[in-house]
C-alpha cells in the first residue's frame, strides 16, 4: 500500500474525503432531510489525528466508468513496477494511461521512476480521453499542477472539464481565481455550483470564501458542510465554522472552529486567532464579521481574492498586499501596540483612464485598523507590454 499513496497523491491531492473521516460510497451524499441543526441535538463527531486516512472512494464515485473498472488492475500492476504500468496501459487500461501521463511531467509515479516526456505524457492523455476517460487530462493537470506550472494545468483541466471531469472543474476554479482573480468569477462560480450539485464540500466552501449569494442554495450548501464535518472532516468542519461566521452565529462558528484547529487545521487556528485577537477589543459578543475574518490578512497573501470589485488578479493583489503590509507595519503598528491586525474588507474601482498608451485604474482599498476604517487609494497602470505599475499616491498621508 505504500504505493498506492504515491499514486494517489497526483490525482486525489484534495479529494472530497481527504483529510479526514473515511466513508464509504454510500455514506457519500447527505441523507435527504438531514436536519442542519443535528450536532446542536448530540455531541460534536468524536475525532483524532489516528482516523485520518486517504480515500479515493468519493473521486472513483465521480470517475468514468472505464477508469472505475480499470482501478484494481492498474493499482497492482503499480505496485511491481512500471514495466507493468506501461502493459496494463498498451492494453487499454485508462487508469495506468492518466498515471503514466502524469508520470512523465512528475518523473516518477508509484511504480518508480520514469523518464520526463512531455511527448509521452500527452499521449497517454490522449489515449485514455479516447476511451472516454477524461481523467488522463485531470491527472496530466494534477502533474503540471505540482511542478508549478499553472498555464500547462490550466490547459489540461480545461480538456478534462470538456470530458465530463467533476474533480477537474474544481481544480480549474481553483487555479482560475488564482490567476485571473475576480475577472473570471461568473466561470468560477459555475464551475463550483457544479460540484456543489454532487455534494462536494470543498466546492461549498470556495463559494463561501468568494462570497458566493446561496440564495435558495443555502440549505443544500449549509447540509453538505454538515454531513462532512459529522464525518470528521477537518475542512469541512473549518467550513462549516465560517459558514456560521456568516450568519453572525457565533458560538456555533467557534464549535466547528475549535474542533478543526484542535484536529490541525491550520487555516481554522488562523481564523480563531483573528476572532480571539478581535474579542479582547471589543465590548460586546459580536466579534467581527464573516468578511473580515475570513480575509484576515495581518495583511497576508489572500488565498482567494480580496473582497470587493477590484480589477486587479490575484498575483497583481498580492504585490498590493504586500505594499500595504509593508507601509501598515511601518506606521499601524508603532502608532497602536493594541491593533496588530489589520484586516483588508473591502475594494472598489473608482474610475479608469488612457494617458499616453497607459491604462490607469484607480481603486480604493479599505483596511480595519481594529475597528478604524482607513481607505487607501491606489492606482494600478498598466502598459502595452502586460505590465501593471502600482501607485500609492503621497502613501505617507496613511500613517
Known amino acids: 500500500m505504500l504505493h498506492q499513496i504515491s499514486l494517489l497523491s497526483v490525482f486525489c491531492m484534495a479529494c472530497a474525503l481527504?483529510?479526514?473521516?473515511?466513508?464509504?460510497?454510500?455514506?457519500?451524499?447527505?441523507?435527504?432531510?438531514?436536519?442542519?441543526?443535528?450536532?446542536?441535538?448530540?455531541?460534536?463527531?468524536?475525532?483524532?489525528?489516528?482516523?485520518?486516512?486517504?480515500?479515493?472512494?468519493?473521486?472513483l464515485k465521480l470517475a468514468s466508468p472505464s477508469y472505475r473498472n480499470g482501478f484494481q488492475e492498474a493499482e497492482a500492476a503499480a505496485n511491481t513496477n512500471c514495466n507493468n504500468l506501461e502493459k496494463a496501459a498498451g492494453h487499454g487500461n485508462v487508469v495506468a494511461m492518466s498515471w503514466l501521463a502524469a508520470g512523465h511531467i512528475l518523473g516518477h509515479m508509484g511504480c518508480g521512476s520514469l523518464p520526463i516526456d512531455e511527448k509521452q505524457a500527452y499521449k497517454w492523455a490522449n489515449k485514455a480521453s479516447d476511451h472516454d476517460s477524461p481523467e488522463g487530462w485531470l491527472t496530466l493537470g494534477s502533474a503540471y499542477r505540482k511542478r508549478k506550472r499553472a498555464k500547462e494545468a490550466m490547459a489540461s483541466y480545461e480538456r478534462a472539464v470538456s470530458g465530463g471531469s467533476v474533480e477537474a472543474k474544481y481544480w480549474l476554479a481553483t487555479l482560475l481565481s488564482l490567476t485571473e482573480?475576480?475577472?473570471?468569477?461568473?466561470?468560477?462560480?459555475?464551475?463550483?455550483?457544479?460540484?456543489?450539485?454532487?455534494?462536494?464540500?470543498?466546492?461549498?466552501?470556495?463559494?463561501?470564501?468568494?462570497?458566493y449569494n446561496f440564495g435558495a442554495e443555502k440549505n443544500q450548501a449549509e447540509s453538505i458542510l454538515v454531513h462532512w464535518a459529522g464525518l470528521c472532516n477537518v475542512e469541512a468542519m473549518r467550513g462549516l465554522g465560517q459558514w456560521y461566521l456568516k450568519s453572525n452565529e457565533n458560538d456555533k462558528a467557534s464549535e466547528w472552529l475549535s474542533k478543526a484547529a484542535s484536529l490541525g487545521d491550520g487555516q481554522a487556528k488562523k481564523i480563531m486567532s483573528s476572532l480571539n485577537l478581535q474579542a479582547d477589543n471589543t465590548n460586546n459578543d459580536q466579534i467581527v464579521t464573516r468578511q473580515q475574518v475570513i480575509y484576515s490578512v495581518t495583511l497576508e497573501r489572500p488565498r482567494y481574492p480580496v473582497p470587493g470589485t477590484t480589477s486587479a488578479n490575484l498575483k497583481l493583489q498580492n504585490e498590493v498586499v504586500a505594499i500595504l503590509s509593508s507601509h501598515e507595519s511601518r506606521f499601524g503598528l508603532m502608532n497602536n501596540e493594541n491593533c496588530k491586525k489589520h484586516i483588508i474588507i473591502y475594494t472598489k474601482v473608482l474610475k479608469k483612464s488612457t494617458t499616453n498608451n497607459k491604462n490607469t485604474t484607480t481603486e480604493r482599498w479599505d483596511i480595519d485598523r481594529c475597528g478604524k476604517i482607513k481607505?487607501?487609494?491606489?492606482?494600478?497602470?498598466?502598459?502595452?507590454?502586460?505590465?501593471?505599475?502600482?501607485?500609492?499616491?503621497?502613501?505617507?498621508?496613511?500613517k
Open 181 to 211: 482573480g475576480v475577472q473570471q468569477r461568473e466561470r468560477i462560480e459555475g464551475l463550483l455550483k457544479d460540484g456543489m450539485a454532487v455534494n462536494d464540500y470543498r466546492s461549498v466552501i470556495m463559494l463561501l470564501e468568494i462570497d
Open 375 to 398: 481607505p487607501y487609494i491606489i492606482n494600478l497602470i498598466s502598459d502595452n507590454n502586460g505590465g501593471t505599475f502600482i501607485n500609492i499616491p503621497n502613501i505617507d498621508r496613511y
Open 18 to 59: 481527504s483529510p479526514g473521516a473515511v466513508a464509504t460510497v454510500q455514506q457519500s451524499h447527505p441523507p435527504t432531510g438531514t436536519d442542519n441543526s443535528f450536532h446542536l441535538k448530540n455531541a460534536l463527531p468524536t475525532c483524532n489525528h489516528s482516523s485520518k486516512k486517504k480515500s479515493i472512494e468519493w473521486f
